[in-house]
């Protein structure tokens, strides 16, 4: 397969992979395309932009498996296409040879009303840690809380039933 399986010979001079996103309408024209981006990037490279800035994965890209698109749309088609970027930091070059392309529509519903007769189409998200976690110190910049954090108890913990007793 290439760079994308990250054999020996494909691996020299690997920076990651770019990421790139093309969405269509219902008829399957393209109505945007674009360099998927993230906060992760290198150290020497683009200095002075603050951290959490969003960066484009063909300048910095991606280092692992691990990505997430959380700007898709429910009921559209998308085509992702992966590129290895090889190069150095300050002098990317992407390899649209190897690129592998993968077409996805997202659902349109998410699980199924309660109700036989609602018609309201259900759009569920899900939150972990890294979704939650991210974008905070990219809108919160390094500001500490507005308030303390409340003074632990130590004579006091909580039980299996979630009640609190005493230690």
Same mark, same amino acid.
């Given at each position: 397969?290439?760079?994308?399986?990250g054999?020996?010979?494909?691996?020299?001079?690997?920076?990651?992979y770019?990421?790139?996103?093309?969405?269509?309408?219902?008829?399957?024209?393209?109505?945007?395309r674009?360099?998927?981006?993230?906060?992760?990037?290198?150290?020497?490279?683009?200095?002075?932009?603050p951290?959490?800035a969003?960066?484009?994965?063909?300048?910095?890209?991606?280092?692992?498996? !691990?990505?997430?698109?959380?700007?898709? !749309?429910r009921?559209?088609?998308?085509?992702?296409?992966?590129?290895?970027?090889?190069?150095t930091?300050?002098?990317?070059?992407?390899?649209?040879?190897?690129?592998?392309?993968?077409?996805?529509?997202?659902?349109?519903?998410?699980?199924?009303?309660?109700?036989?007769?609602?018609?309201?189409?259900?759009h569920?998200?899900?939150?972990?840690?890294?979704?939650?976690?991210?974008?905070?110190?990219?809108?919160?910049?390094?500001?500490?809380p507005?308030?303390?954090?409340?003074?632990?108890?130590?004579?006091?913990?909580?039980?299996?039933?979630?009640?609190?007793?005493?230690?």
């Open positions: 397969m290439g760079p994308i399986d054999t020996e010979p494909s691996r020299t001079n690997l920076l990651g770019a990421i790139e996103r093309a969405e269509f309408d219902d008829q399957g024209n393209e109505i945007e674009y360099w998927l981006r993230g906060i992760k990037r290198f150290k020497n490279k683009d200095k002075g932009l951290p959490g969003p960066v484009p994965t063909s300048e910095h890209p991606i280092q692992s498996f !691990h990505w997430a698109d959380y700007t898709a !749309h009921g559209t088609r998308y085509r992702y296409r992966i590129v290895p970027v090889f190069g930091v300050k002098n990317p070059k992407l390899d649209d040879a190897a690129a592998v392309a993968i077409d996805v529509t997202t659902e349109i519903e998410g699980d199924q009303p309660a109700d036989p007769g609602d018609d309201h189409v259900r569920d998200v899900f939150f972990n840690r890294d979704v939650t976690g991210q974008p905070m110190p990219s809108r919160a910049g390094r500001q500490q507005a308030r303390p954090a409340p003074a632990s108890q130590p004579d006091r913990c909580r039980s299996s039933a979630g009640r609190l007793r005493p230690a």
